[in-house]
């Protein structure tokens, strides 16, 4: 088998994994697969991207209408 022939296959056979697990599986197979990637990165890296992607803090109303 070709090496592009394995990918498409290996793409098919992850497509065809999650297609069967609940949304609820399928996040948190995301969840271990971000965790690994992150194993590469040092810790100011790890500060930076958690201030980049959480979400902003609102203004406290005053109060009122």
């Not at 609820?24 to 500060?47: P, W």
């Amino acid at each position: 088998m070709k090496k592009n022939e394995k990918e498409e296959l290996m793409y098919d056979v992850a497509v065809a994994m999650l297609k069967q697990m609940s949304p609820g599986s399928v996040f948190q197979f995301a969840i271990d697969r971000q965790l690994q990637l992150m194993e590469l990165y040092d810790e100011d890296k790890l500060k930076k991207m958690l201030k980049q992607y959480s979400p902003k803090q609102k203004k406290k109303s005053s109060g009122g209408f």
